[in-house]
């Protein structure tokens, strides 16, 4: 069983709808991060947060909002997303942010925009 | 500017049979690296990590890594290939964010 939970498993929703991602772990991590991953590809990292402010955006389109609203939940809230923005998107945690730090990944959220 | 490169897109092997998967690594200063792996509509599961001394490193599942600075590779290894060992490696190298090779595809036959 992943330690890093991520609600719902699937989602479908329409270019004009208004979602969220959820993420929660309880592992104490003070580093929290989203990743996109296109099948069979890398992730891509999107947004990290070290100790619940955000400390790296990948340039990432505004459609796409991130929030932690403490050290265990991080949300992505999604708005007038595009076809292409169909996805597998994971959660990771790991106890800071830094280089040698193991991520702890979800199982994702898999995204289906009509 | 770091990069990592996985250079087989997929890698078969038998049952029982020892597995090498490749990776080497563009990294400024002392590299962090590290092998995920991925099983299917899974996330990411951390397998080892290179930080600093044993060129070996010992992970989960029975799998090691190979550390060579001057062939600047980490290649991942397994003396002994399970059916169960089939899924998408990842490795990645980890300067302020972490940056993935483009994975591989290990497929054991039994």
């Known amino acids: ?114 | 500017a770091q990069s990592v490169a996985q250079p087989e897109d997929q890698v078969n092997v038998a049952e029982g049979n020892p597995l090498t998967v490749k990776c080497t690594y563009s990294v400024s200063g002392n590299p962090y690296l590290f092998w995920y792996v991925q099983y299917p509509n899974r996330g990411l599961q951390f397998l080892l990590k290179y930080i600093t001394g044993d060129n070996l490193v010992k992970g989960s599942y029975g799998f090691e890594a190979e550390f060579n600075k001057s062939q600047t590779s980490f290649h991942l290894k397994k003396p002994s290939a399970l059916v169960s060992d089939s899924a998408l490696y990842f490795c990645a190298a980890d300067g302020n964010k972490l940056v993935f090779g483009a994975g591989t595809i290990l497929r054991v036959k039994s």
């Open chain 1, 1 to 114: 069983d992943t330690e890093v939970t991520q609600t719902p498993k699937h989602l479908v929703m329409g270019m004009t709808n208004k979602k969220s991602l959820k993420c929660e772990q309880h592992m104490g991590h003070r580093a929290m991060y989203w990743y996109k991953q296109k099948a069979k590809k890398p992730p891509e990292l999107m947004f990290v947060y070290s100790y619940e402010k955000l400390s790296i955006n990948e340039s990432v389109p505004s459609r796409f909002s991130p929030e932690c609203p403490n050290s265990s939940l991080l949300n992505l809230h999604l708005h007038a997303l595009q076809p292409e923005d169909s996805a597998l998107y994971l959660c990771a945690s790991s106890p800071r942010a830094g280089p040698n730090q193991p991520q702890h990944f979800g199982d994702g959220t898999r995204l289906s925009i009509l």
